[in-house]
């Protein structure tokens, strides 16, 4: 859900809704209108709440009643907001990068309840593999909550994004790990070498198509904010984008590579290689919808979450494959 939820802020462009975190505008609930967010003689305003006056962002220092801006603002009442000049108020934006953030948050709730269900079944049953792992969830999971407020600081810093949904990716290995670590006992086989390598190197490819995806994706933000149509965002993108495009059939010999044998095998891991065979199926025809209906905006989530399930995939065939 974390992951659509990004995907879908940045279909809609609304990475900077709230310009400032945790809060918004300084808010726990975020505006709905402009007018809360625009400094109005005779209002009442709390410290740190924030206003746009004169295209800047301003931060109340103390609480205040509006009475003269620039009066207010030379006795030091307000000051600009300095991590960054954006300061734009559209309530979409606003509503859906909120939306983005309280999904991340409550996340952190099952992180917790891992680490204490997990500690006390490892006093329990000496079985302290899931434990750790919880550990580490929990660890990018701070990690990426502060990447996503560096992001914001930034204005949208490019590949700051990329490095954001990395972290979500390993957010979700770790609870791979922590799931294997519980049910690795279930598993009776393993791949030959030769299998294994390939496997390896389809989900080193994914992961590159995956980070290349996204740097196509900032180049397409970057055109729209320029006002470029839709119709027009391939002609405008530069040439290394077609090594993205053409990557996916390197990408999708090497998955071959593994799941072809496994077809044939009874077996979990079997069950993994046609799921992940389903996924590259219909990722690959999102990704020629993209090239032949000038990237509708409605299938970025789709196809961030497909990569996102195929690597996830290779991740878990790889624990699977792992001799013991």
Request: proline share 4%; glycine share 8%.
């Amino acid at each position: 859900m974390v992951v659509l939820a990004g995907s879908v802020v940045r279909m809609t462009g609304s990475g900077m809704g709230c310009p400032d975190w945790p809060k918004c505008f300084g808010l726990l609930i975020p505006p709905t209108s402009a007018d809360e967010v625009t400094w109005t003689e005779g209002e009442s305003y709390d410290a740190g709440r924030m206003l746009i006056a004169h295209d800047t962002l301003w931060v109340a220092q103390t609480e205040i009643v509006a009475e003269d801006f620039e009066r207010e603002r030379s006795a030091g009442n307000w000051e600009a907001y300095t991590k960054h000049r954006y300061a734009t108020f559209n309530s979409l934006h606003t509503w859906v990068e909120f939306i983005n953030r309280l999904i991340g948050a409550l996340t952190g709730i099952p992180a917790l309840l891992l680490i204490a269900l997990s500690f006390f079944g490892g006093w329990r049953y000496r079985l302290w593999n899931p434990f750790r792992w919880s550990v580490v969830h929990l660890f990018f999971l701070g990690l990426v909550a502060w990447m996503g407020k560096k992001v914001v600081d930034g204005n949208l810093i490019p590949f700051s994004i990329t490095l954001h949904m990395v972290g979500a990716v390993f957010i979700l290995m770790a609870l791979a790990l922590i799931l294997y670590s519980v049910r690795q006992g279930h598993w009776k086989e393993s791949p030959g070498v030769q299998r294994k390598l390939w496997l390896v190197l389809a989900a080193l490819l994914t992961l590159g198509q995956l980070i290349a995806g996204t740097q196509v994706r900032e180049q397409v933000d970057f055109l729209m904010h320029l006002g470029i149509e839709r119709s027009d965002l391939l002609d405008g993108l530069p040439d290394w984008w077609k090594l993205h495009r053409s990557g996916s059939w390197i990408v999708l010999t090497a998955q071959l590579m593994w799941i072809w044998p496994q077809l044939k095998i009874k077996s979990p891991l079997g069950g993994v290689a046609r799921w992940s065979l389903g996924l590259i199926a219909v990722q690959m025809a999102s990704g020629i919808a993209f090239v032949l209906l000038a990237m509708p905006a409605v299938l970025q989530p789709l196809h961030l979450l497909l990569a996102v399930g195929l690597l996830l995939l290779n991740f878990w065939a790889l624990l699977a494959s792992v001799n013991r």
